[in-house]
């Protein structure tokens, strides 16, 4: 199983990521970018939500409980990382506003170039070696290639066979979430990763963390004024993120001790959390309900009319 983890970080983790950006890109085309500019609010708070919000609550959680660098290198790769791939379809799935999501998921996987090593080094530093650089170079090398290339792959694909592109993005997209369960299976295997030998608190602070995300987000986007629609779209944005590009990076971070299995535990048990977690208010916004638990639902905004690469993800 040694050898299967070996091949897990160094390939399956690479593909899993280039599977799953492909897929997202196969179902965009370059006038969608034009919702980025529709929807300025709504977009000004995703990215809010993403670069402030997510971030603050890690560290903060991570200084209540006084986690070891391990375990707050793990939270702070969660929160540094932009929305999960899947997310504008499960959006489209609970009848929220599609467009929002496919802005606040391609501005923020944008983004990540420099939001990312920012948020790692602003937060991480005090958690790493002393002798440790942080390879900034390479993380905008490898989010070049695993991110910006392949979801540029896919857009041409869209663009160039239109009729096929969105049954190609469901394959890649179902690999790509193939590939993880054959991650995480790795990763239990090598007995690098045991649910039992770090006992309850890691598995239970890191499925709260993700839980807190899935329920606070929502309000937080209804506080502000904004419809139902945006609160699903926005509270599944911020619940899935993109781990692909957390597990990316777990290399770079206390290679070959106890503390880089600390990192890889967090962010795959993670990973393994917020889909489940997002499905509630996914079904209470198609019940007719708010995300927003306690909430009235509001009519403040019809959701806008669904972009035609998502038209039938059935």
Same mark, same amino acid.
């Given at each position: 199983?040694?050898?299967?983890?070996?091949f897990a970080e160094t390939v399956l983790i690479p593909l899993q990521l280039l599977l799953a950006m492909?897929?997202?890109?196969?179902?965009?085309?370059?006038?969608?970018?034009?919702?980025?500019?529709?929807?300025?609010?709504?977009?000004? !708070?995703?990215?809010?939500?993403?670069?402030?919000?997510?971030?603050?609550?890690?560290?903060?959680?991570?200084?209540?409980?006084?986690?070891?660098?391990?375990?707050?290198?793990?939270?702070?790769?969660?929160?540094?990382?932009?929305?999960?791939?899947?997310?504008? !379809?499960?959006?489209?799935?609970?009848?929220?506003?599609?467009?929002?999501?496919?802005?606040?998921?391609?501005?923020?996987?944008?983004?990540?170039?420099?939001?990312?090593?920012?948020?790692?080094?602003?937060?991480?530093?005090?958690?790493?070696?002393?002798?440790?650089?942080?390879?900034?170079?390479?993380?905008?090398?490898?989010?070049?290639?695993?991110l910006l290339v392949p979801l540029a792959v896919g857009m041409v694909v869209y663009r160039r066979v239109?009729?096929?592109?969105?049954?190609?993005?469901?394959?890649?997209?179902?690999?790509?979430?193939?590939?993880?369960?054959?991650?995480?299976?790795?990763?239990?295997?090598?007995?690098?990763?045991?649910?039992?030998?770090?006992?309850?608190?890691?598995?239970?602070?890191?499925?709260?963390?993700?839980?807190?995300?899935?329920?606070?987000?929502?309000?937080?986007?209804?506080?502000?004024?904004?419809?139902?629609?945006?609160?699903?779209?926005?509270?599944?944005?911020?619940?899935?993120?993109?781990?692909?590009?957390?597990?990316?990076?777990?290399?770079?971070?206390?290679?070959?001790?106890?503390?880089?299995?600390?990192?890889?535990?967090?962010?795959?048990?993670?990973?393994?959390?917020?889909?489940?977690?997002?499905?509630?208010?996914?079904?209470?916004?198609?019940?007719?309900?708010?995300?927003?638990?306690?909430?009235?639902?509001?009519?403040?905004?019809?959701?806008?009319?669904?972009?035609?690469?998502?038209?039938?993800?059935?």
């Amino acid at each position: 199983m040694q050898a299967l983890q070996s091949f897990a970080e160094t390939v399956l983790i690479p593909l899993q990521l280039l599977l799953a950006m492909f897929g997202m890109g196969a179902t965009l085309a370059l006038g969608d970018f034009a919702l980025i500019f529709r929807r300025p609010k709504g977009l000004a !708070l995703g990215l809010f939500l993403q670069l402030v919000f997510v971030p603050l609550s890690a560290i903060a959680l991570i200084e209540v409980f006084e986690l070891g660098p391990g375990w707050a290198v793990g939270f702070i790769l969660i929160a540094a990382c932009p929305g999960g791939t899947i997310s504008n !379809l499960l959006t489209y799935l609970g009848k929220g506003s599609v467009p929002l999501s496919i802005a606040v998921t391609t501005t923020s996987t944008l983004g990540c170039m420099a939001s990312v090593p920012i948020l790692l080094h602003l937060a991480a530093s005090s958690y790493l070696p002393d002798d440790f650089v942080f390879p900034t170079a390479r993380i905008l090398r490898d989010i070049t290639f695993y991110l910006l290339v392949p979801l540029a792959v896919g857009m041409v694909v869209y663009r160039r066979v239109p009729k096929y592109a969105e049954r190609i993005s469901k394959i890649a997209i179902r690999l790509s979430l193939a590939t993880i369960i054959v991650i995480v299976l790795a990763a239990l295997g090598s007995g690098r990763i045991e649910l039992t030998e770090y006992g309850w608190k890691p598995p239970a602070l890191v499925f709260g963390f993700a839980l807190y995300l899935a329920i606070v987000s929502p309000h937080v986007v209804r506080a502000f004024g904004f419809s139902d629609a945006d609160a699903l779209a926005l509270g599944v944005e911020v619940t899935l993120r993109n781990v692909g590009i957390a597990l990316l990076l777990v290399q770079f971070f206390f290679p070959g001790t106890d503390e880089q299995g600390h990192v890889l535990f967090a962010c795959l048990f993670y990973s393994g959390c917020a889909t489940p977690l997002c499905l509630p208010m996914l079904f209470r916004h198609r019940l007719g309900k708010s995300p927003a638990l306690g909430r009235g639902p509001s009519l403040a905004a019809e959701p806008p009319p669904v972009p035609e690469a998502l038209e039938d993800p059935a």
